[in-house]
């Protein structure tokens, strides 16, 4: 069964930071063989995409979402099938329900959802002012 458990959200003031993971689990292949991402998604919004990181052995470089560029950034530790997402200089527009996902083909679209085969169930990101 595969799994995909985040972890690290939480209540921080504006400018400060956290850092997310995303444990993966149960996957048919090995880690380093998916293609990553974030999303994430505030009350009455649509799921939006943050970040994402090539599988282990590509040299392609990670988009970001112009809202979070220069201040979040997309890592993985494919020893220990973990994805992170640092964040900083957080501001009160970054609250939402953060999630991971998994593609076990590199996506035509990383930004779409729909290009992604696993997700997680989340972790809560609040930022208050």
């Known amino acids: 069964q595969v799994q995909l458990v985040e972890s690290g959200g939480g209540l921080v003031q504006a400018g400060g930071s956290l850092r997310l993971s995303c444990a993966a689990s149960?996957?048919?292949?090995?880690?380093?063989?998916?293609?990553m991402g974030w999303f994430r998604q505030a009350p009455g919004k649509e799921r939006e995409f943050v970040a994402a990181?090539?599988?282990?052995?590509?040299?392609?470089?990670?988009p970001y979402a112009d809202s979070v560029k220069g201040r979040f950034t997309i890592s993985r530790d494919n020893v220990k099938n973990t994805l992170y997402l640092q964040t900083n200089s957080l501001k009160p527009e970054d609250t939402a329900i953060y999630y991971c996902?998994?593609?076990?083909?590199?996506?035509?679209?990383?930004?779409?959802?729909?290009?992604?085969?696993?997700w997680g169930q989340g972790t809560q990101v609040t930022v208050s002012s």
């Open positions: 149960g996957l048919p292949f090995s880690f380093g063989a998916y293609f």
């Open positions: 990181i090539t599988m282990a052995w590509s040299g392609g470089a990670s």
């Open positions: 996902a998994a593609s076990r083909r590199d996506p035509r679209n990383p930004r779409r959802p729909d290009d992604y085969d696993y």
